[in-house]
């Protein structure tokens, strides 16, 4: 898929920083709510929306940029830089988007689609690395759980970012209706 | 919703579903162990397994009886029995102490992991 914004334009890193600000916001958000999980550092992905969102406004490279520099602004905001949350969250993005990244290739598979697969690649890796700093195969127990709560967290902001895209033409004229 | 993306979720749901098992062997190697540490050795009895084992302390033998997902000190040659009076255990992370006789009883998992992380 080729990204809507051709790269190198003011409007694309217009465009990245305001995706970060935004993901940024929904990953410090994310940190005060309740934890969905009992495991410290796993989280549902709600700020998986900007990178949904930053994959077919400025591509795979940019969405990626978004989506780690998110990650490392959360993690100042909130404490946890160079901890064992850290690397989750570090984790959990890279996974997420690779998936992400994979699926924008398939034309049958919509946003939906891409929203449900990184959120449960984020989860998956989330849980691996939580593992591994652990030491012990316990936070695998929660896969199952897990991978349900992503596959509806999934949806959810599958069908978010989907109403949005529909509305960005009104801001990026070049974005087709889809 | 895509063909396409009823196949991503149908993908994650069976992922979700295939979890239980892997989750139940994860579990599995997990389970509980009574580690019983004398003077002279230490001994790790999963907890399911029917033992008695006679441990040598300072002052004497310590009788450890293990079973059925509990384990508890029967007989002990020391002066005021607590451990015997401890009773069987079967919480992760519970302990019996002899200490006349140096020997403790713990029940931890595979590798005592932590119970919680925070940071």
């Known amino acids: 898929m080729r990204p809507t914004l051709s790269s190198g334009s003011a409007r694309v890193v217009a465009t990245v920083a305001m995706l970060v600000a935004v993901g940024a916001i929904l990953g410090i958000v994310e940190s005060a709510l309740v934890p969905a999980l009992p495991i410290p550092g796993v989280r549902l992905g709600l700020a998986n929306l900007v990178v949904v969102l930053a994959l077919p406004l400025v591509g795979r490279a940019a969405a990626l940029r978004v989506s780690l520099l998110r990650v490392l602004i959360v993690a100042i905001a909130t404490g946890a830089l160079g901890g064992p949350a850290f690397a989750m969250a570090l984790a959990g993005a890279a996974a997420s988007w690779a998936v992400m990244a994979w699926l924008t290739g398939r034309r049958s598979v919509s946003p939906i689609g891409w929203s449900v697969g990184g959120a449960a690649a984020h989860v998956a890796a989330q849980l691996l690395v939580a593992s591994v700093v652990a030491g012990s195969a316990a936070p695998l127990l929660l896969a199952p759980v897990s991978l349900l709560l992503a596959l509806a967290c999934g949806l959810v902001i599958g069908y978010a970012s989907r109403l949005l895209l529909s509305r960005l033409p009104l801001v990026y004229p070049e974005v087709g209706t889809r | 919703m895509t ?50 084992l006679d441990v040598a302390g300072l002052h004497g033998t310590v009788t450890v009886v ?24 079967d919480a992760p992370g519970a302990a019996i102490v002899c200490a006349p006789n140096g020997v403790t009883v713990r029940i931890g998992g595979r590798d005592d992991a932590p119970d919680a992380l925070i940071r």
């Open chain 2, 3 to 52: 063909r396409g993306d009823r196949i991503v979720v149908a993908v994650v749901a069976v992922l979700a579903i295939a979890a239980w098992p892997l989750a139940g062997m994860a579990a599995g190697q997990d389970a509980a162990v009574a580690v019983i540490v004398g003077p002279g050795a230490t001994y790790r009895v999963p907890l399911d397994a029917a033992r008695r």
């Open chain 2, 66 to 89: 293990v079973g059925a997902g509990s384990v508890r000190v029967t007989e002990s040659d020391c002066r005021d029995h607590l451990c015997v009076e401890r009773g069987a255990i």
